[in-house]
């Protein structure tokens, strides 16, 4: 009923900016979050940042200062901008989603996407 696409990512420099987006569609009664997180091969998926409906946002202490959050609530699209890249962002970013559907819209649900990968060079 959902889905999730993830577009933006690429190969940068150290020190470049890449612009992620997502954008979610289908069925969708409300959202009440959607947030930015990544994940390298052997680790875990961490959290980079979210963004709730009303504008509340929070950030992973590694991207603070550097990464910005933000949505466009009409068009169910969150964004990252991500500046000043380090090696160490290099990882595949997947969008989330906590939001409701229209055949169930008393309880929230998380959704994914497939994830972009950003690699950040030296």
């Known amino acids: 009923q959902v889905q999730l696409v993830e577009s933006g990512g690429g190969l940068v420099q150290a020190g470049g900016s890449l612009r992620l987006s997502c954008a979610a569609s289908g069925s969708i009664f409300s959202i009440n979050a959607m947030g930015w997180y990544r994940q390298t091969t052997g680790k875990q998926r961490e959290l980079v940042a979210t963004?709730?409906?009303?504008?509340?946002?929070n950030y992973a202490d590694s991207v603070k200062g550097r990464f910005t959050i933000s949505r466009d609530n009409a068009k169910n699209t969150v964004y990252l901008q991500m500046n000043s890249l380090k090696p160490e962002d290099t990882a595949v970013y997947y969008c989330?989603?906590?939001?409701?559907?229209?055949?169930?819209?008393?309880?929230?649900?998380?959704?994914w996407g497939k994830g972009t990968l950003v690699t950040v060079s030296t």
């Open positions: 963004i709730t409906s009303s504008g509340s946002t």
């Open positions: 989330n989603a906590d939001l409701k559907v229209v055949t169930s819209p008393y309880y929230a649900m998380d959704y």
